[in-house]
């Protein structure tokens, strides 16, 4: 492939479109928001007003953040979302072996299925959801049969929990089925052949290849669990609000723009540090080879 620079024209011609819709629907609204995390409402006529700022006045904001309410749902949310990411994993990690080792002509039929939720709208799973976990849903009829229930499900952690399972699992299936896939079968038949069990086969050889899909399908899931507020705030209610909720909250019926654009940078540099992370993590598995 030519340098760029070798025909500048041709490169600025495509990438023009991407820079100029990044700039002006990402960067530019990123800018502003960041200006206005140091920002406060105006006082208009001595009256808060609603739509005018004072720009760049402090600190506020950010001190506002770390109030103990705050760092509790923010550490609720981590708690949750490693939980969730966690069963994802757990969950997600038999599937795409299984996928990996079915016939051929299989795999495409068991693909369509992880991907179909994908082609409904996240609002309409999610009360789909209420349906099957409410009161009188689905789960509770079939307990009911049995002589139990109806348990209260909807407006718990567990059920929050399991919402993000199911939003996200396909998240993490995927990059697992494409590492896995790639994954060379003969060096689990090496090591079978040597003597190692099928355990040993997976701790020593199975799973540190695979970990490039790991890392990437934990990155997919645990970062947009953090900023999720319609499943906690669907299936888990007041009680159970995640720090994507009190953002949301902030620019809607507390029209506190000022206090939600610091809480999402704050939330933006708990991301950063994830990636970071990852990014240490896989420069010192590439040293260690």
């Known amino acids: 492939m030519e ?9 600025w011609t495509l990438a023009t ?3 100029l819709w990044l700039l002006a629907f990402f960067l530019i609204p990123l800018a502003y928001l960041l200006a206005l995390s140091f920002s406060s409402k105006a006082l208009v006529n001595g009256e808060v007003s609603i739509n005018d700022y004072d720009y760049f006045t402090g600190v506020a904001n950010y001190i506002r953040a770390i ?9 609720r949310t981590l708690w949750w979302s490693a939980l969730a990411t966690l069963a994802c994993l757990l969950i997600g990690y038999p599937i795409a072996f299984s996928i990996c080792f079915m016939p051929e002509r299989w795999r495409p039929l068991a693909l369509l299925l992880i991907v179909l939720p994908f082609w409904i709208n996240l609002l309409i799973r999610t009360y789909a959801l209420k349906t ?17 229930g109806p348990v209260e499900m909807i407006g718990t952690t567990g059920a929050v929990i399991f919402g ?22 003969s060096y689990l038949e090496a090591s079978l052949d040597l003597g190692a069990s099928q355990f040993q086969t997976f701790w020593k050889v199975t799973l540190p290849l695979t970990m490039p899909g790991i890392i990437t399908g934990v990155i997919l899931v645990f970062i947009p669990c953090l900023g999720m507020f319609l499943i906690s705030d669907e299936l888990g209610g007041t009680t159970s609000w995640m ?9 809607g019926a507390s029209n506190d723009w000022p206090f939600g654009s610091a809480l999402s940078f ?19 598995s590439k040293g260690a080879h």
């Open 243 to 251: 720090i994507g909720n009190v953002i949301q909250a902030q620019f």
């Open 67 to 75: 109030n103990p309410d705050i760092i509790s749902i923010f550490l």
């Open 132 to 148: 099957v976990m409410g009161a009188r849903g689905v789960v509770n009829s079939a307990l009911g049969l049995v002589g139990i």
């Open 164 to 185: 993000l399972v199911y939003v996200f699992l396909p998240f993490m299936i995927l990059p697992l089925y494409s590492t896995i896939e790639r994954l060379d079968k």
């Open 17 to 19: 479109p991407a820079t």
């Open 3 to 11: 340098d760029w620079k070798s025909n500048s024209r041709a490169f």
């Open 266 to 284: 704050a939330l933006m540099l708990l991301t950063i540090i994830v990636l970071v992370m990852q990014w240490y993590y896989q420069n010192r």
